[in-house]
T-cell receptor
C-alpha cells in the first residue's frame, strides 16, 4: 500500500529564512507525488506535483520540491519564507491510475516576523 | 469553471440527527472523492465515484454513511444517527479519470460539529 510520512508536525521559521518540509514515501511502484497547502477552514490547494520529466519540481508561490528515489523523499522547500506562507502543508501520493490519494498527517508552518 | 463547491460550509447538529452534505465537482470531471479530515490529521479517504458508480468504499465508511452521485454530476454524503466522533471536516475532490500525475481538485469542505 502507498503511504507518506511527514517528519515534524510543526515547523517554525523566521520571515526570510529557508523553509524545509520533509516527506518520505513508501511505494512499491513509481509514485505520483503531490504537495498541497491548506489555509484555516479551507480546502486543499495544489502547490506542485512530481512529473517524471524532472526531479526538481517548481510550484506556485516560490515553492519547489526535489524527488530523490534513493532516499524515497520528496521534500518541499522555499528559499525565503513569507508571512503568508503560514499554513498546513500535506504531502500526498497516488497510484496514478489507481483509486485514491494518500495523505500525510501534515506539517503546520509558522512564520515568525 | 468555478471549481469544486460544497454545501453547507458549516453544520452543527445534535447527536442522533441525520445530516446531508452536497458536492458539486468541476463539470467535466468524471471522478469524485469524499475525504474526512479530523483536527491535526491529513485527509482520510472515504469513497469515490467514477461517473455515477461508487467503486470503492473505505472501512471508515460505516453503515451510517451513504453516498450517492446520481447521473454522475453532483454527489451527496449522508450521515445517519450522527455521533460525536463524526465531527470533522468533510472534503470533496474531483478529477478527470487519473492517468499518471493527475491531481485532485478540492472543495472548501463542510465542517460538521456534533453536539
Amino acid at each position: 500500500a502507498q503511504s507518506v510520512t511527514q517528519l515534524g508536525s510543526h515547523v517554525s521559521v523566521s520571515e526570510g529564512a529557508l523553509v524545509l518540509l520533509r516527506c518520505n514515501y513508501s511505494s512499491s511502484v513509481p509514485p505520483y507525488l503531490f504537495w498541497y497547502v491548506q489555509y484555516p477552514n479551507q480546502g486543499l490547494q495544489l502547490l506542485l506535483k512530481y512529473t517524471s520529466a524532472a526531479t526538481l519540481v517548481k510550484g506556485i508561490n516560490g515553492f519547489e520540491a526535489e524527488f530523490k528515489k534513493s532516499e524515497t523523499s520528496f521534500h518541499l522547500t522555499k528559499p525565503s519564507a513569507h508571512m503568508s506562507d503560514a499554513a498546513e502543508y500535506f504531502c500526498a501520493v497516488s497510484e496514478g491510475t489507481g483509486n485514491q490519494f494518500y495523505f500525510g498527517t501534515g506539517t503546520s508552518l509558522t512564520v515568525i516576523p | 469553471d468555478t471549481g469544486v463547491s460544497q454545501d453547507p460550509r458549516h453544520k452543527i447538529t445534535k447527536r442522533g440527527q441525520n445530516v446531508t452534505f452536497r458536492c458539486d465537482p468541476i463539470s467535466e470531471h468524471n471522478r469524485l472523492y469524499w475525504y474526512r479530515q479530523t483536527l491535526g490529521q491529513g485527509p482520510e479517504f472515504l469513497t469515490y465515484f467514477q461517473n455515477e458508480a461508487q467503486l470503492e468504499k473505505s472501512r471508515l465508511l460505516s453503515d451510517r454513511f451513504s453516498a450517492e452521485r446520481p447521473k454522475g454530476s453532483f454527489s451527496t454524503l449522508e450521515i445517519q444517527r450522527t455521533e460525536q466522533g463524526d465531527s470533522a471536516m468533510y472534503l470533496c475532490a474531483s478529477t478527470l479519470t487519473p492517468t499518471g500525475n493527475t491531481e485532485a481538485f478540492f472543495g472548501q469542505g463542510t465542517r460538521l460539529t456534533v453536539v
